[in-house]
């Protein structure tokens, strides 16, 4: 009897010890940090208390909190169905704050995020290769958090990543910067494109296809921009009923088929055929 009490004893000692050590790295780790980093220093604008700001980003937020009613229509739309739960918008003064809050550990300007059930939007989506885009980077982070409302965060990474960016970008209007449509053709012809079906590891926020076919970020943003604005073009009705399947937490790639008819791969090669035979570029590149 003393030997099982041991050896109990024994086994549950290993076992705290291990999940001390794994709480400690978690904590430790960019994630950790960023999600334990308070935000008591955030002031509620006054003219919408959705959106919080850091001190030295008042005039940001005031923009944001103008716009705000405005993309969330924007999505409700797109995504044809309303957000299940209140959120709040935090708009931050420098992008160190930024990125730190996001466990964002590249220098690359990213714009906004959506994560923790909220939005975070940096200084650099006012001021992104020259331009303003804040409201499109207002848009495509309301677009992510809508998914993740609906499918919260374990179904919503089994969506392919070109497709939640895809979808993102066309309702946004984002995903155009500094790359031009005749640009991302020729990428396409030089085989420098999307890879589907995209895989890639659970945690990785990095798609397959910016690792393994050296795609910068606004070229692989502007190519499933393409793509999906491609899918919808073909069928509206069908595209509808697949982002709709897609929210109730239907597989991808058997919600595709059926409301498709064809599969993703299938997809791709008709898209990149046709661009490839004619140089086709245009309207259908547009979300309506």
């Known amino acids: 009897m003393m030997k099982k009490t041991r050896k109990k004893i024994i086994i549950f000692s290993i076992l705290g010890i291990f ?84 466990a964002n550990p590249t220098s690359y300007p990213i714009r906004g995020t959506a994560i923790q059930g909220n939005v ?59 790359i031009s449509e005749d640009t991302a053709v020729q990428s396409i012809k030089e085989g420098r494109h999307l890879i589907i079906p995209e895989r890639r590891g659970f945690l990785d926020r990095m798609p397959r296809t910016i690792q393994e076919a050296g795609l910068t970020g606004p ?22 009923k697949l982002v709709l399947a897609v929210q109730r937490g239907e597989a991808f790639s058997e919600s595709f088929l059926t409301y498709i008819e064809m599969s993703p791969e299938e997809m791709w090669t008709r898209f990149k055929n046709e661009l490839l035979s004619t140089g086709n570029k245009g309207s259908y590149f547009e979300y309506k």
Do not use: C
């Not at 980077?137 to 969506?159: A, P, T, V």
């Not at 604005?229 to 595209?239: D, G, K």
């Open 19 to 102: 999940i001390t050590s794994v709480l400690v790295f978690f904590l430790r780790s960019p994630i950790g940090r960023a999600l334990l980093k308070s935000k008591s220093h955030f002031i509620a604008h006054t003219a919408n208390s959705r959106v919080l700001y850091e001190p030295g980003a008042e005039r940001f937020a005031d923009r944001i909190a103008d716009f705000l009613p405005t993309a969330v229509k924007r999505v409700e739309e797109g995504h044809f169905l309303p957000f299940k739960k209140h959120f709040k918008v935090y708009v931050f003064s420098t992008q160190k704050s930024h990125n730190e809050s996001t």
């Open 219 to 240: 070229m692989y943003h502007k190519q499933n921009k393409m793509f999906v604005n491609y899918i919808n073009s073909l069928n509206p009705e069908a595209f509808k």
């Open 120 to 178: 975070f939007i940096a200084p650099s989506a006012f001021s992104f290769k020259g331009l303003d885009t804040h409201r499109e980077s207002l848009i495509h982070e309301l677009s992510h958090l809508h998914l993740s409302q609906r499918l919260g965060f374990l179904k919503r990474r089994r969506i392919p990543s070109w497709f939640t960016e895809g979808l993102a970008n066309i309702i946004a209007g984002s995903g155009s910067e500094g």
